[in-house]
């Protein structure tokens, strides 16, 4: 095994985490090391495929990981240079003020945060400004306070959007720009990478016009010459001083081949899952049950949204090329007869024919890959797709946990009485939108529950909380049994919301990246 020389900071994993802290510390001038499992994604034409993408699965890591059964199945998950954010829908909201707060859900408790909305706020802001962000203030009901607009105007309705946009409107809901991560300039297009085409969310972006943490962060720092990038790393280990009190060595295969590396400060941004996996498999007499583990807390109150997709179809042509830009948060916080938290509502990106037989509900499915290509094609344009999203609870049951070189995930859904009142209430509001005419049955509303495979959201492995029997980090996200290692991902969250996860991951990784300046001084 060779071991390379030390460096001031070792951070692992390149994504919505890893990829921000490395970039809001590489003008520190500290030498700072950046291990990443994958490659960069291939910029090909196979990049905005749906039958590439969506059916073949071209860019999900072909491992396997296993469920409480021990059943095997491949998991959504992308190995490359900016994680997940290659292929993410680039939504990029902030979490409620009062998601900060203890709240009661009709299935349980979503738990307060040792830190509020105030002290993210700031972050927040710098992080809409580093990821492009697109959006308009004061339509949103559920918004939290902000300082300053968005930095970007925001991305507009096209047409038949638009239309949908009033129509709820007439309904009494409130529709919003969604703040949207994108390398856009809708005044002159030639000023921007993004050219609002069909293949976004869910898809990698051939012109990287979506700010991922790639573009946006790892690829201007790359040429840095006191930051190193070594890709095909993929870390196994971390070791500790005899104490257990500090990471000595971070092992990794290095195209196979076992290295070594150490650094005076060593960050696990894995993503919530990955992260408690190298924890918990870095195990030693000091920390028989996982590195940091002395609560029993790695690994367990793992939480990744209910989500569902589904699919509204009209007898109306819709031509909407990028579809993504409306969100309802009318039904966030609940309604008059049921007075508990149901979620937030969404576009997904374009339904496209190659797309239907992998996302259509388990009994549609096996007819829809029987249908000739100019049917599917006439199904999805006339589609547009929704996704719904409402918070699970911690549950410490719902855990990360490694047998041997197995990864497995022991989850159960939670809170789905207030996940389906808000997917019934959202067809009955569709229903109303279409004119007369235009009324389908309700069974013409297909819809699909996201399955284990599905982790786009995963958080709350490693909770924060400033007692150490409870949490697994302090509120700098610094691990509570072992002095220089941080855990900078999803792994942090206490709850999970309901908005997408991302730009609070982002926010946290420039909080703590002020912390570790400071403490690298």
Excluded at 88 to 95: E, F, I, N
Excluded at 148 to 176: I, K, N
Excluded at 377 to 384: G, L, Q, T
């Amino acid at each position: 095994m060779t071991t390379h020389s030390h460096y001031d900071i070792i951070i692992i994993g390149t994504g919505a985490g890893g990829g921000t802290l490395a970039y809001h510390l590489a003008s520190s001038g500290k030498k700072i090391l950046i291990l990443e499992r994958g490659t960069f994604l291939p910029r090909e034409k196979e990049n905005w495929s749906a039958l590439e993408v969506y059916q073949r699965e071209r860019y999900h890591t072909q491992e396997q990981w296993f469920d409480a059964n021990h059943n095997a199945f491949r998991p959504g998950m992308n190995y490359w240079v900016g994680g997940n954010t290659k292929v993410y829908g680039a939504a990029l909201l902030r979490m409620r003020a009062r998601d900060f707060e203890r709240v009661e859900h009709k299935d349980g408790i979503s738990p307060e945060w040792g830190l509020k909305y105030q002290d993210f706020a700031p972050y927040y802001t710098q992080a809409e400004q580093l990821y492009d962000v697109h959006g308009q203030a004061g339509l949103d009901p559920t918004e939290p306070p902000r300082t300053l607009p968005y930095p970007y105007a925001p991305v507009s309705h096209e047409p038949y959007m638009q239309e949908l946009a009033h129509a709820f409107t007439r309904t009494g809901l409130h529709p919003f720009n969604l703040p949207l991560g994108l390398k856009l300039n809708e005044v002159d297009k030639s000023l921007g990478n993004c050219i609002r085409c069909n293949t976004c969310d869910g898809f990698p972006c051939l012109t990287n016009g979506k700010a991922d943490a790639d573009v946006n962060c790892i690829m201007p720092i790359r040429q840095t010459s006191h930051v190193t990038l070594l890709t095909s790393a993929k870390v196994t280990r971390l070791h500790t001083s005899p104490s257990g009190q500090t990471v000595t060595r971070v092992e990794a295969e290095i195209h196979g081949e076992p290295q070594s590396f150490t650094g005076d400060i060593v960050v696990v941004a894995c993503g919530a899952i990955n992260s408690a996996a190298l924890l918990l498999r870095s195990y030693n007499d000091q920390h028989p049950k996982g590195l940091a583990n002395r609560s029993d807390q790695v690994g367990r109150n793992l939480m990744k949204h209910i989500c569902t997709a589904l699919v509204q179809l009209s007898t109306s042509l819709n031509p909407a090329v990028y579809q993504k830009t409306i969100g309802i948060s009318d039904f966030y916080w609940g309604e008059p007869d049921f007075p508990y938290p149901m979620g937030l509502v969404q576009n997904t990106g374009n339904v496209l024919a190659d797309m239907l037989p992998a996302e259509a509900p388990a009994l549609l499915a096996p007819l829809l890959k029987l249908r000739p290509d100019a049917e599917l094609k006439a199904v999805a344009d006339h589609a547009v797709g929704w996704w719904l999203q409402t918070e699970d609870l911690p549950d410490a049951e719902n855990r990360v946990r490694v047998d041997g070189d197995r990864l497995l995930l022991e989850y159960k859904p939670n809170n789905l009485v207030a996940s389906d009142r808000l997917v019934n209430r959202w067809v009955e509001i569709l229903k109303q939108v279409d004119r007369a005419e235009h009324m389908l049955p309700f069974s013409l509303y297909p819809r699909n529950r996201m399955t284990l495979q599905s982790v786009g959201h995963q958080c709350g492995t490693c909770r924060f909380g400033e007692d150490p029997a409870l949490s697994v980090l302090d509120l700098n996200c610094r691990t509570h049994d072992v002095d220089n290692l941080y855990v900078v991902d999803g792994s942090f969250f206490p709850s999970s919301s309901a908005v997408n996860p991302t730009l609070t991951i982002i926010a946290n990784a420039l909080r703590v990246g002020d912390h570790l300046l400071q403490r690298l001084k």
